[in-house]
């Protein structure tokens, strides 16, 4: 039996518009990969709830989408910001921080199999969202 090829796309995150585009290249190698409409469009709602945090919070960021490493066939999301933007925009110390709903990260939990949130070094968020073809 030979081993699956991995695979690997990265993409620059600029703008919030970009989940748009984003969505689409998820749902293009979600497709190649053998995944399911609905689950291909279950990915793309992920990377857009990742890509908007990333530029929203980070500033800009990075999507990386690459098959899983190892014996599970499936789809790594990996969406990385700099955390520039969350010390830019605090504002006074004594501001609110702006929120969303919160429901952004519970809705790529429900529609991941694995997630992870990571801070790097320099204060950016590496999230980690893994989808398998087989539960």
Request: proline share 4%; aromatic share 6%.
């Amino acid at each position: 039996m030979e081993a699956a090829r991995s695979i690997e796309d990265v993409f620059r995150l600029d703008s919030e518009t970009d989940r748009f585009w984003c969505a689409r290249e998820v749902r293009r190698f979600a497709r190649e990969l053998g995944f399911a409409e609905i689950a291909q469009w279950e990915l793309a709602i992920v990377v857009a709830e990742l890509v908007t945090n990333a530029v929203r919070y980070g500033g800009s960021g990075t999507l990386t989408l690459r098959t899983t490493p190892g014996p599970r066939a499936g789809i790594e999301l990996v969406v990385a910001d700099p955390g520039a933007a969350r010390t830019a925009s605090a504002g006074p110390a004594n501001a609110t921080p702006r929120h969303g709903l919160g429901l952004g990260l519970r809705t790529v939990r429900c529609l991941s199999h694995e997630v992870s949130v990571e801070r790097d070094e320099h204060g950016g968020t590496i999230v980690t969202a893994a989808r398998y073809l087989e539960p």
